[in-house]
């Protein structure tokens, strides 16, 4: 995180834990939007003559589909089909942006840097460059039109308004905010006018609601895009042609059978619960899955796990070995086709 924008957070109020905001002095109001600051994602800038090329030859999305107006869901995998890491893409004039966990970014743009010097591209983190915020709730639009920005219909449709990116959120519970850092400040100020500043737990409420999940750091090369249900949310072309890690995506799509994917899950009243916790099921004499992401930083009631689909299938997967604090099974706002297959 820039030094000046934390220190002008903490002049709003803001209370840190790392690099996260947990809360402001005041609880937001019901009534309004929040406006979450989320430095803990950053932005990968990625320029030359070749990007498309380069691009379009190691992600899952098809960059044919991404441009100024629209922004697209996609990973990028090791040989093997693993998630080096998972994002929002769009172009800005011939450039291309990435969305994604901060944590990731280091490994991400040196994977992708021993393939990019064939194309004529150039790869950087641009994370201190750009202020990322969220907007979320139903009077989003009514925010964005107070302040004299452009409203939009679609999921992850792009506009753009003196240097600021606006992305429409999936669910259409608000935008994403791509932000100049020389003019983050005031448009912080300006949204507050009409938005109530949150913690960090908002954001990842709203993501928890909408069955996203971002790799971070903890799960690099870990799970497939299919385990993270991007199959579901546009994230992957099946139509494209080869990728780095294709042949691995492609042949879990059609040939072989997912034995495990993301759920969304009620926790137990008053339990605790951290990312790579893992779950257990009385039907297997080892853990059935684990936690990726948490509806709050301290206070979780809801998250999402990669599990296997035979424990979910059974209804019995708790969050401990004794088998006393049960699980529930919640509902995706996606539609989940072609189960176990």
């Given amino acids: ?4 924008w934390s220190e002008f957070l903490e002049a709003q109020g803001a209370q840190f834990n790392d690099d996260q905001v947990l809360a402001f ?3 937001p109001l019901s009534s309004q939007p929040t406006l979450v600051d989320l430095t803990p994602m950053g932005i990968i800038h990625i320029s030359g003559e070749g990007s498309d090329k380069l691009l379009q030859g190691q992600l899952t999305c098809d960059i044919n589909q991404v441009s100024e107006s629209q922004a697209q869901f996609g990973a990028y ?3 093997k089909g693993r998630m080096i890491g998972n994002f929002w893409i769009w172009r800005v004039d011939n450039d291309f942006l990435l969305f994604l966990s901060r944590n990731v970014i280091e490994h991400f743009i040196q994977t992708l840097s021993k393939y990019a010097v064939f194309y004529k591209c150039s790869i950087s983190n641009h994370s201190q460059k750009w202020v ?10 009514t925010t964005l ?18 240097q600021l990116q606006i992305i429409s959120l999936p669910g259409q519970q608000g935008y994403l905010i791509n932000c100049p850092i020389d003019q983050a400040e005031n448009y912080w ?6 938005c109530s500043p949150a913690g960090y737990g908002y954001w990842q409420h709203y993501l928890v609601d909408q069955g996203i999940a971002w790799i971070n750091q903890q799960f690099q090369e870990k799970y497939i895009p299919q385990q993270f249900n991007m199959q579901f949310i546009e994230g992957i072309s099946f139509k494209k042609g080869c990728y780095t890690g294709q042949e691995i995506v492609a042949r879990t799509q059609y040939l072989g059978k997912l034995k495990s994917r993301l759920y969304h899950l009620k926790l137990p009243d008053n339990a605790t619960a951290l990312p790579g916790q893992p779950l257990y099921s009385p039907a297997h004499n080892s853990s059935v899955g684990e936690i990726i992401s948490l ?15 035979k424990a979910v299938n059974n209804d019995n ?11 529930q099974l919640l509902s995706l706002p996606y539609t989940i086709t072609n189960e176990g297959s």
């Fill in 1 to 4: 995180m820039s030094t000046s």
């Fill in 25 to 27: 002095p005041q609880p």
């Fill in 77 to 79: 995998c090791t040989p």
């Fill in 132 to 141: 990322q915020l969220a907007i979320l709730g139903n009077e989003a639009n």
């Fill in 145 to 162: 039109s107070q302040t004299g920005l452009p409203t939009a219909n679609d999921t992850l449709q792009v506009t753009t308004q003196n």
């Fill in 189 to 194: 100020l300006t949204f507050s006018k009409h």
């Fill in 295 to 309: 509806n709050h930083p301290t206070h979780s009631t809801e998250a999402l796990a990669v599990l296997m689909t």
């Fill in 317 to 327: 997967v708790y969050l401990d070995q004794d088998l006393s604090k049960k699980v």
